[in-house]
Nanobody, 122 residues
Framework: VQLQAFGGGLAQTGGYLRLSCAAS????????LGWFRQAPGKEREFVAT????????YYADSVKGRFTISRDVAKKMGYLQMNSLKPEDTAVYYC????????????????WGQGTQVTVSS
């Protein structure tokens, strides 16, 4: 599976952005999709994940209620809708995939897209 994340940019506090992750190669249907982020000087951290059928969603406490992960299997696309953005959401965001149920540990994901920068101004 090859992944490509895009849709980052600059937003104001309280604003929104929608990240997309395009998948190619193997069928996307049986893969868990995860979103992670990494701020300067910090380790990569879990944001959200969605498993294959049933579509179980899990979120980091820091984004719960503000971010929504989704995917369109037919289009081989994943999404991260980010609302009520805060300056602390500023980071490079990565999409990742694994052929097993969802997990919050980045090391368990074998497929990664390049990052897309999200900057939230105060």
């Amino acid at each position: 599976v090859q992944l490509q994340a895009f849709g980052g940019g600059l937003a104001q506090t309280g604003g929104y952005l929608r990240l997309s992750c395009a998948a190619s190669g193997h069928s996307f249907r049986s893969y868990t999709l995860g979103w992670f982020r990494q701020a300067p000087g910090k380790e990569r951290e879990f944001v959200a994940t969605i498993s294959w059928s049933p579509d179980n969603e899990y979120y980091a406490d820091s984004v719960k209620g503000r971010f929504t992960i989704s995917r369109d299997v037919a289009k081989k696309m994943g999404y991260l809708q980010m609302n009520s953005l805060k300056p602390e959401d500023t980071a490079v965001y990565y999409c990742a995939a694994r052929a097993r149920p969802g997990a919050a540990q980045a090391r368990l994901y074998g497929y990664w897209g390049q990052g897309t920068q999200v900057t939230v101004s105060s």
